[in-house]
């Protein structure tokens, strides 16, 4: 079974379109990630969002918004892509923000393509 | 060997060898740290954690060292194999706190 399902796997779209990527994970956990991995392979913490608080890294652009329908779902929706976004997308999940053992589990990743 | 440069520092070594991956971490703040593998075309993966009240931890094949007086973490790798071949990252937090933050990545590279 999946613990942490990112669809799609390969997204390639044109500059100022708008596009999500949709995050499922089935292991209970309170709360989700997203992070950005670039083309060196650093990764980036984009948001952390459970139930109570959204948690938004300063850097990350305001046309990026994660939108959580419920706990199992914390969807990333981008408006008007630009080439720098081009980049992998994780997905990851904790049992709970700020707790004594936040083991993350990631997602198999997005790869973003802006043309 | 080690090489740093403008690309992902890579680290080769020999089949049935040791390897051992640092990591500088930046927060002296930071009581928790993960290493996580990162194979081709996949998610990062948990290997082995470490809180700031121990110096070392051992796992399968695994061992992780802390040093808090130099902000270092080091992974040991028993006997590679090329299974082993993939991006490891450190990763440090505070208990309690927020996110994680992960360090550089270094490619292990198995050779055969």
């Known amino acids: 079974d999946t613990a942490v399902s990112q669809t799609p796997k390969y997204l390639v779209t044109q500059m100022g379109n708008d596009k999500s990527i949709k995050c499922e994970q089935n292991?209970?956990?309170?709360?989700m990630y997203w992070y950005k991995q670039d083309s060196k392979k650093f990764l980036k913490i984009m948001f952390s969002?459970?139930?109570?608080?959204?948690?938004i890294n300063e850097t990350v652009p305001n046309r990026f918004s994660p939108k959580s329908p419920d706990k199992a779902h914390l969807n990333l929706h981008i408006n008007s892509l630009e080439l720098g976004d081009s980049a992998v997308y994780f997905c990851?999940?904790?049992?709970?923000?700020?707790?004594?053992?936040?083991?993350?589990?990631f997602g198999p990743g997005t790869r973003l393509t802006v043309l | 060997g080690e090489s740093v440069g403008l690309h992902l520092p890579t680290l080769s070594v020999q089949e049935g060898d040791n390897s051992i991956i640092n990591c500088a971490y930046s927060?002296?703040?930071?009581?928790?740290f993960i290493w996580y593998k990162q194979e081709s075309g996949k998610g990062p993966q948990f290997i082995i954690d470490?809180?700031?009240?121990?110096d070392k931890r051992q796992g399968q094949r695994v061992t992780v060292l802390l040093n808090k007086t130099v902000k270092h973490l080091s992974l040991q790798i028993a006997a590679t194999q090329p299974g082993d071949s993939a991006v490891y990252f450190c990763?440090?937090?505070?208990?309690?706190?927020?996110?994680?933050?992960f360090g550089p990545g270094t490619r292990l590279s198995v050779l055969p």
């Open positions: 927060n002296s703040a930071s009581d928790y």
């Open positions: 470490i809180r700031s009240n121990m």
């Open positions: 292991l209970g956990h309170d709360t």
């Open positions: 990763a440090e937090t505070m208990t309690y706190g927020q996110n994680f933050v």
């Open positions: 969002y459970n139930n109570k608080e959204l948690i």
């Open positions: 990851a999940s904790s049992q709970e923000l700020r707790q004594l053992l936040n083991e993350q589990f």
